[in-house]
């Protein structure tokens, strides 16, 4: 039966999840049932996706990365190698918190680098750009360039993923240099113009 999607034969999609088209399911990779996954979406090597999860269209999932319940990936997110998310704000193995899961929302074409790390309960901004390595532990505007432990936003980015010459505050107007595009920064917030 075709389901318009790949799977590897190493992979585990259990009965139930939602796959949509040209969708590829990688090496070793574990798709819950409760999963919702749109179109054109990529799972690398190792990934497991958990049951309470909605992941929109063109959604790149590198090698290694568990996306647990609570998660919501938007359209157009990437998700770095060995990045992290979480569900609970203070684990213990001897105490059950499944009820006190906080959801955290990646919104549209948003990039999480390599061995990030996402705490749970947080909003990451429409295009932001988190930097490998860094540890998210507040909520992240759009269009900013989050760094280090913990992140701090040292910058913009733009759609296409080039810096933009903004001050971190205040007032601006630029283009990104690869695709012209107009931004501006109005009360500390990046909008794109056109």
């Known amino acids: 039966m075709s389901t318009g999607y790949t799977v590897h034969p190493t992979a585990i999609v259990d009965a139930g999840a ?12 574990h ?8 179109r054109a979406c990529s799972f690398g090597q190792n990934v497991f996706v958990g049951n309470d999860v909605h992941i929109g269209n063109n959604v790149k999932v590198q090698n290694n990365v568990s996306v647990y319940d609570a998660v919501t990936l938007e359209d157009d997110v990437f998700c770095g190698p060995s990045m992290v998310f979480t569900n609970v704000y203070n684990p213990r193995s001897a105490v ?21 790390t996402i705490v749970c309960g947080v909003t990451v901004g429409q295009y932001a750009f988190v930097g490998a390595g860094a540890v998210i532990k507040h909520d992240v505007p ?8 913990p992140a701090r ?16 505050t205040g007032n601006g107007e630029t283009a990104c240099e690869q695709t012209g595009r107009r931004y501006t920064l109005s009360d500390s917030q990046c909008r794109l113009v056109d």
């Open 18 to 29: 939602q796959i949509g088209e040209g969708s590829r399911v990688w090496h070793w990779v």
């Open 96 to 116: 059950t918190r499944k009820d006190e899961y906080r959801r955290t929302l990646i919104r549209r074409g948003a990039t999480l680098g390599a061995n990030s």
């Open 153 to 168: 936003q040292i910058g913009w980015m733009s759609q296409h993923g080039e810096r933009l010459n903004l001050p971190l």
């Open 142 to 149: 759009d269009y900013a360039l989050m760094v280090g432990v």
């Open 31 to 38: 798709i819950s049932a409760g999963a919702r996954i749109g």
